[in-house]
């Protein structure tokens, strides 16, 4: 670009040099008609010519300027992403450090058994299954019929074992049957999942002489010979009343969020 300019700058040049033989070798009577015939001819195209320089002169600046600008553009397109990384990273390590509080108050929570701690790395929720699968295998020290909590409740219990990971039977799934204890109820009732339900399981075999109210906690019985006394299964939601009193049952709503179920405890012994 800057040849160009040069380039014209010369030609400006020669064309001035022309105009001031031609007028010096005529007559001064004359002059005044060829300054006409020159001011006519030649100063338009001497103005379009320093106008072309200009603007070839200001071309050049506005490239450099975009130029400039798209290299400034780079750069921040460059620090954004580095940015990004690193709430990537950190989200990361928030989300472990979440994962390593959960296990050690659930380690706190239930001190009295032996565990394994191992997270959610799968969900079959259905109609006609509701598995989870874990983390945490034969290896780990885990085996079939192995009861399994959060740290909000009963979760389900272990029915298969790779020696990575391990497969689920929840208690709201509709194969899953356990013997549960409602607070004011001295005999044991039978919990079992229902049909496009993750919520509630129905609590089945109630004696005809208990009250059961609203609100009533749920808990193991321990007997069945997998799950442990006592463990929270959740609280009673509603009680449906039949033409046959021995066939009423209660909807009881599960403690544990299966939806959201992230981390969890296998209880390799009690």
Known sequence: ??????????????????VVVIVSNISTGNLSFIEGVAGTIFVPIQNGIVFLKNKITGNEQENSDIASLQEENR????ENSKLQEQLRELEILKSENNTLKEYVNLKDKY???TTVP?????????NYEKIVVINAGTDDGVKENMPVISE???????????????KIQTIIDTASSVSANISNVQDSVILRGTLNNTET???????????????????TSGLGGIYPKGI?????????NTKNEADRYAEIEVATDFSRLETVLVITQN
């Open 232 to 240: 929270l299964i959740g609280t009673v939601k509603s009680v449906v």
């Open 111 to 113: 001190s009295e058994f």
């Open 75 to 78: 750069s921040l397109k460059d």
């Open 201 to 219: 399981v129905r609590a089945t075999y109630i004696p005809a002489d208990s009250t059961i109210l609203q609100g009533d906690q749920v808990v």
């Open 152 to 166: 909000s409740g009963l979760v389900g219990y272990v029915i298969s074992a790779t020696n990575n990971t391990a």
């Open 118 to 126: 191992a997270y959610v790395i799968e969900r079959s929720i259905s």
């Open 1 to 18: 670009m800057k040849n160009k300019a040069g380039l014209i700058g010369i030609i400006i040049t020669v064309v001035v040099l022309i």
